[in-house]
């Protein structure tokens, strides 16, 4: 571990002249976290937190929000950026500000910085199951959905909103639909999966891309090992004297897109955070872009089938796949 952490840069927000730190720390995990490591995050310097009414861990984040600020470990609540994701049974116009209420009495705060549809769906209020039953899945009302949306923003709820897992038509199918255009739109991104496409269609639209899972979620149940056993990784780590977790977070970095990454374990915290005194170097930039082969880590068919909203894994990612 090296020594001092060089400070996380901010990335500008569309709509409002906010900024968003170009990392932060992903709260997802089975069983659900309790608040010990996210106190241990503020303590390491994290200011970002990406939560979900889906991950149960906006309770113990309050609960480490409100210890850190008893501690002294941060003066005010506004210099962190919260992020919570309305879940598909919510996703439905009457229950959007409902369920916005909730998330910000779980985490006991007055608004989030940042508020994501959590995926371009709707599941049937009340179902809960994960993944959801395919009868239960439907089409979400983008109109009646993000004007709920929009009108969390204007009250003053959530300073900003955006959405994840869209495509680039379904984001077109939204701004043509929105007044407020989403902020962000939080996808899968890795070395493995570097969404060029979106990536592009984002910057031209000023949609800031946000990257989950950029370790590709190994050691998690719903994860791969293929971007920790990159081979292109490990030689380019390795020839740095880095991890092959701190070049991944670089690499996402270095293309603009805020990086959310979950580890409970304060030394790959800290780790993690150390990637912003270096630089890959245009030919390690190429070898990322070219060498390694692509796939994603959540195709999703578990969300697929014939008779369903969406037919198949081409269909769900509108051919980006
Ligand atoms: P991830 O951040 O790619 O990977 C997490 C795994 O990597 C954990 O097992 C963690 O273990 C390990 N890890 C972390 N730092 C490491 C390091 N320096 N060296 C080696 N291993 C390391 O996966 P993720 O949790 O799926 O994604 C991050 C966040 O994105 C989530 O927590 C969630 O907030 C969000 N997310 C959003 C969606 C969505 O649909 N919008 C989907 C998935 C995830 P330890 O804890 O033991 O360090």
């Known amino acids: ?33 309790e608040k ?35 501690l002294g470990l941060i003066k005010s609540r506004d ?3 919260i992020t919570s994701k309305l879940w598909c049974t919510e996703a439905h116009p009457h229950l959007v500000l409902p369920s916005l209420q909730k998330t910000l009495s779980n985490l006991k705060l007055e608004y ?18 994960y993944p959801p039953k395919q009868e239960d899945i439907m089409k979400l009302d983008y109109k009646g959905v993000w ?28 701004l043509l639909v929105a007044t407020i255009p989403p902020s962000v739109n939080q996808v899968e991104m890795s070395p493995v999966w570097q969404q060029k496409k979106l990536r592009d269609y984002c910057k031209a639209e000023n949609i800031l891309l946000e990257a989950f899972s950029p370790l590709g979620a190994h050691g998690s149940p719903w994860g791969k090992k293929n971007v920790v056993e990159s081979k292109v990784i490990e030689e380019i780590a390795e020839a740095r004297g880095k991890t092959i977790a701190q070049v991944c977070l670089r690499w996402i970095y270095e293309q603009g897109v805020v990086v959310v990454v979950k580890s409970f374990n304060k030394e790959r915290m800290k780790e993690n ?20 082969p692509q796939g994603r880590i959540f195709p999703g068919e578990s969300i697929c089938s014939e008779t369903g909203l969406f037919k198949s894994i081409n269909d769900l990612w509108d051919g980006e796949i």
Request: proline share 7%.
């Open 147 to 174: 004007a709920s949306m929009e009108e969390c923003h204007k009250l003053g709820l959530a300073k900003s909103i955006g959405v994840s897992n869209f495509t680039c038509k379904k984001l077109a199918d939204l």
């Open 1 to 33: 571990m090296a020594g001092l952490i060089a400070a996380v840069p901010e990335f500008p927000l569309s709509h409002g002249g906010r900024k968003i730190p170009a990392i932060g720390m992903g709260t997802a995990s089975s069983p659900p976290a």
């Open 112 to 129: 989030l910085d940042l508020y994501l549809v959590h995926w371009p769906m709707s599941v049937t209020p009340g179902k809960h199951a």
């Open 273 to 292: 955070l150390n990637i912003f005194d270096w630089a890959l170097s245009e030919e390690e930039l190429k070898k990322i872009a070219e060498d390694i």
């Open 36 to 70: 010990q490591p996210f106190l241990e995050a503020i303590e390491c310097g994290y200011r970002h937190f990406d939560t979900a009414s889906l991950y149960r861990s906006e309770q113990p984040l309050g609960e480490a929000i409100t210890e850190a600020l008893s």
């Open 79 to 81: 210099e962190l950026f």
